[in-house]
């Protein structure tokens, strides 16, 4: 994966989540999800969950706190008992933790992400980080996972208005929350549903 | 004399001293029983005695008819039936609590500004409830729930006896948010803006229902309804698959089944044309709960939860046209593909068919211990 240069103003640039497209941020409040019945306060909270499949202790503390820089933290703390093959699937896990954001906060989220037009999604970060790009006078440059990320979305779900109502785990060992294996997750509001999610295309295989 | 001993405890099973006191007596077991269901359905006329009680327990096989009797009466002695004095004291404690909680100096001042809906169809536990609780006030204090929001309806109390899988709560709360007052907003606006506060006062709340009625609503209105809501229950039934350390006051047949079980529950999504969901909350896991603080053992627990589940079995293979949320442990979501809710709670109003049915049905050759009204 390589980085890339971004003209500011073709972009859309996010980080603090009070700021206009703070929404777009896996740190920003009001796209709570819902996984393995229980509801997480945000995409961040999900996202270290999943790095402890065998401590289903650290998963609860994790999304209990209500902070997600503080969920963040307790990541942080734990990160020896990180999933030994986290770096080998961190962008399919966080793609996935996307899809059920943009899955089970439809309405808002996808008109966020929809509000971005066809300009480029770019998380904003003071250092180097794969998630983001730094600033570099007219431009960005970084990885930008996180804003690829989204940007794959808008273009595969949202722009064509195909809801996603059933989002598939991914393909990893070991996946599980709470000590139960993470399945199909669904929208069941309505009892007619099937449980076939979309066929998935990983941005970073 | 035979005493059964309980290899998890390293003690006879049996929870007195073997050298003073003879063996369980079934009869004064049954007897016990008696005193604690003892206004079950008085108000219809039923009446809760030795026979009905035998006759329940000798349906189930000779061998296991002490044990299950025994570790019955071990569960209701933790407060698993409300009687109606229970229930009396239930409902004044909760709106007292409930006008400290909201500074009011007296109760009237609190019902002047409470609102007690009654969302529910005629029949149904709210209005009763409500009947019952005008009652609590007039003998109490002199006067009613007619009352109640004479200043404001700021404080809206939604009462029943209990909240199992969260469809009836669900339904209820969502269609009042819908509507619209007077002044063009919705209740749904106003419990935003926190000009009305909406209460859901129970008897018993499931904490996997109480989630889904959260979610449900978030999922219909907005993420701002979320924790907006007011839930409060005498008895908590904490029977959420995933969260931690859940004490399991419910019954909940773990994975060590015969093969019937799996059959039963692969066999579900036939003739649906639906998807089931849920399959992998089926069964619990052995160890858990981690500490057991509600059935006598664990042992004990398995024995008696294995027992409701394979007499409830029995029963719906008799059965020709099954519904599609009965199921051996009590009325589920019909997409749920589990053995039923498995509630144990109980109410001398009437028996919640979330419990396994070897309580309550009444048909295919089998005699219920409780009668049920307006359900199965």
């Excluded at chain 1, 401590?55 to 994790?62: E, K, L």
């Excluded at chain 2, 009396?88 to 019902?111: A, Q, V």
Aim: include cysteine; hydrophobic fraction near 35%.
């Amino acid at each position: 994966m390589s980085a890339r240069r971004y003209l500011i103003s073709e972009s859309i640039l996010f980080r603090k989540t009070k700021e206009e497209f703070g929404g777009l941020s896996n740190m920003a409040a009001g796209y709570s999800l819902f996984v393995n019945e229980v509801i997480i306060p945000t995409s961040e909270h999900l996202y270290q969950a999943c790095r402890f499949p065998d401590y289903p202790n650290i998963q609860w503390d994790i999304i209990n706190e209500k902070s997600p820089m503080k969920a963040k933290w307790i990541g942080r703390a734990n990160i020896k008992l990180t999933r030994s093959d986290w770096d080998q699937n961190v962008f399919k896990i966080m793609q996935w933790a996307l899809e059920v954001k943009l899955s089970q906060n439809w309405k808002t989220f996808s008109s966020l992400l929809l509000s971005t037009g066809d300009k480029n999604i770019v998380e904003l970060t003071p250092q180097p980080k794969i998630w983001g790009a730094v600033k570099d006078g007219d431009y960005c440059e970084g990885f930008n996972a996180l804003g690829r990320l989204l940007m794959y979305l808008r273009e595969t779900y949202v722009k064509p208005n195909i809801y996603n109502h059933c989002v598939s785990p991914i393909d990893i060992p070991n996946f599980k929350f709470l000590g139960i294996p993470i399945g199909v997750i669904c929208d069941e509001r309505e009892n007619t549903f099937t449980a076939d999610s979309l066929p998935r295309e990983f941005v970073f295989a | 004399m035979w005493i059964k001993f309980d290899c998890e405890k390293g003690k006879p099973a049996v929870s007195r001293d073997i050298f003073t006191q003879p063996l369980a007596d079934m009869d004064k077991v049954i007897q016990d029983i008696c005193d604690i269901l003892h206004d079950y359905h008085k108000y219809n006329g039923f009446k809760f005695n030795h026979e009905r009680v035998e006759k329940w327990v000798n349906q189930f096989e000779l061998k296991d008819r002490e044990f299950f009797i025994e570790e019955f009466l071990h569960l209701l002695k933790q407060g698993i039936y409300v009687d109606e004095m229970k229930a009396r004291e239930l409902l004044l404690k909760s709106i007292m609590e409930l006008g400290r909680r909201f500074k009011f100096t007296n109760l009237s001042d609190f019902l002047a500004n409470a609102d007690f809906v009654n969302l529910q169809d005629e029949g149904n536990s709210q209005l009763i409830l409500l009947e019952l609780l005008d009652d609590v006030l007039k003998n109490k204090y002199g006067f009613s729930l007619a009352r109640c929001g004479t200043k404001s309806k700021k404080y809206v109390v939604y009462v029943d006896d209990i909240l199992a899988t969260g469809g009836t709560v669900f339904d209820d709360v969502s269609g009042w948010m819908k509507k619209t007052e007077k002044d063009g907003e919705t209740n749904y606006e106003k419990i935003i803006k926190g000009d009305k506060v909406f209460i859901i006062e129970l008897f018993c709340m499931h904490t996997w229902g109480k989630v889904n009625v959260e979610w449900r609503l978030k999922s219909k209105f907005d993420e701002k309804i979320l924790n907006k809501l007011i839930y409060r229950a005498y008895y908590v039934i904490e029977n959420h698959p995933s969260k931690y350390g859940q004490k399991l006051n419910f019954a909940y047949p773990d994975k060590n089944q015969p093969q019937i079980v799996a059959d039963y529950l692969d066999e579900l999504p036939e003739k649906r044309t639906y998807g089931m969901t849920k399959r992998e909350y089926a069964l619990r896991n052995p160890n858990a709960p981690t500490e057991e603080k509600f059935y006598s053992s664990r042992t004990n627990r398995k024995k008696f939860e294995d027992l409701l589940l394979m007499e409830g079995l029995k029963i719906l293979k008799r059965v020709e046209e099954l519904k599609p949320n009965q199921r051996p442990m009590g009325i589920i979501n019909p997409s749920y593909q589990t053995l039923g809710l498995g509630t144990l709670f109980f109410t001398w109003r009437n028996i919640s068919n979330t419990t396994p049915i070897v309580f309550w049905w009444n048909n295919n050759g089998w005699t219920p211990l409780f009668e049920l009204i307006n359900r199965g």
